[in-house]
């Protein structure tokens, strides 16, 4: 499926700000018609943290949901807990490793829609490197720098992306999976004791478990270059705030579109404030000077928007009310629809 000209379709990266996820996934049905995707809603439930949501069968994992914690506890035997873990990888057994209705109400709910008809279907996933390093064992040590436990993190959430995917795929053949890596803008700091090659190693682990559209997000500056060196086939970013954090790679992005890669447009900002200044056409010429230094390098600008998504700038349950995230759904379909008939997609 690489090589999937979206034309700059919108959708969106997954989280929103609501507590009934009927509500959610009808705004969501209605907006994004044409790439719609299932909304995590942290409001809801502590279950649907974006490190909660997907720690179901992680050896000794601990979920206080009173107090807002998940830990690991290495204190207890996880000698069995492993072995079903890795017996189910290694067989590709993702029905033991599904995510249940009480840690995902969005997903159920979308999936229980029968009024859509989409291009193509988005999930999400907590990737590797975030989801390891944010949950911590009972010293506060993040779990990827165990030994063995470290080795589980992509085990497990490749089961997870691939029951994920399975189920998508009664909307839509066309899947698109993202793996969310927030914590790569911490990528070469003293903070992440990681190698470029443990990154990529992590990120094809998941990957592996995911047979359409691999995605990685990441809302902050990064070295881009390390996941464009991944089997990535959408790279999403926010293109308001963080625009030139990926123009300073210009060769690795020129490489990932000649191999069909999309890049995802994080162009609708967040954040309510801005929301307020921004219209579909200023955030139309927006989109167009942060395509603009690429053009520069030689990568035509019919190609980039061919090549494109649009979605916000990251999730949205970090804003005040669901107002505020309808506006985004509004202003992300206006845009798609300018700029496919401005450029005649």
Request: charged share 25%; aromatic share 8%.
């Amino acid at each position: 499926m690489p090589g999937v000209e979206f034309n700059c379709l919108p959708t969106i990266i997954g989280s929103m700000p609501h507590t009934d996820p009927g509500v959610a996934c009808s705004q969501i049905a209605h907006y994004l018609r044409d790439i719609p995707a299932w909304p995590q809603l942290p409001r809801r439930s502590f279950l649907e943290n974006m490190y909660v949501q997907y720690s179901q069968g992680f050896p000794g994992v601990m979920v206080n949901e009173a107090e807002k914690k998940i830990y690991v506890n290495r204190n207890q035997d996880l000698d069995q807990p492993l072995e079903q873990l890795y017996s189910a990888f290694l067989e590709n057994r993702s029905d033991e490793f599904a995510i249940s209705a009480d840690y995902a109400a969005g997903l159920y709910r979308f999936l229980a829609l029968d009024n859509l008809a989409p291009k193509a279907v988005k999930g999400h996933v907590t990737g590797p490197v975030t989801w390891g390093l944010t949950v911590a064992d009972e010293d506060g040590k993040g779990i990827l720098y165990d030994d063995v436990l470290g080795d589980a993190v992509p085990k497990l959430l490749r089961l997870k992306a691939t029951w994920q995917e399975r189920e998508l795929k009664q909307i839509c053949r066309r899947t698109i999976i993202f793996v969310d890596e927030p914590y790569m803008s911490a990528f070469g700091s003293v903070g992440m004791m990681l190698s470029k090659e443990k990154v990529v190693s992590l990120l094809n682990e998941v990957f592996g478990g995911i047979g359409g559209l691999k995605g990685v997000h990441c809302c902050g500056n990064t070295d881009w270059s390390v996941i464009l060196g991944s089997d990535v086939d959408i790279i999403s970013f926010d293109a308001y705030n963080y625009a030139q954090s990926l123009s300073l790679y210009p060769e690795d992005v020129k490489r990932f579109l000649e191999r069909g890669g999309t890049v995802a447009w994080g162009i609708v900002p967040n954040e309510e404030e801005a929301l307020k200044r921004e219209s579909a056409a200023s955030l139309k010429d927006r989109l167009e000077e942060a395509i603009a230094p690429f053009t520069r390098n030689g990568v035509s600008f019919r190609q980039l928007i061919a090549q494109g998504l649009v979605t916000p700038s990251c999730g949205l349950a970090s804003l005040a009310s669901e107002e505020a995230a309808v506006r985004v759904l509004e202003l992300l379909a206006e845009l798609s629809l300018s700029i496919r008939r401005r450029y005649g997609m």
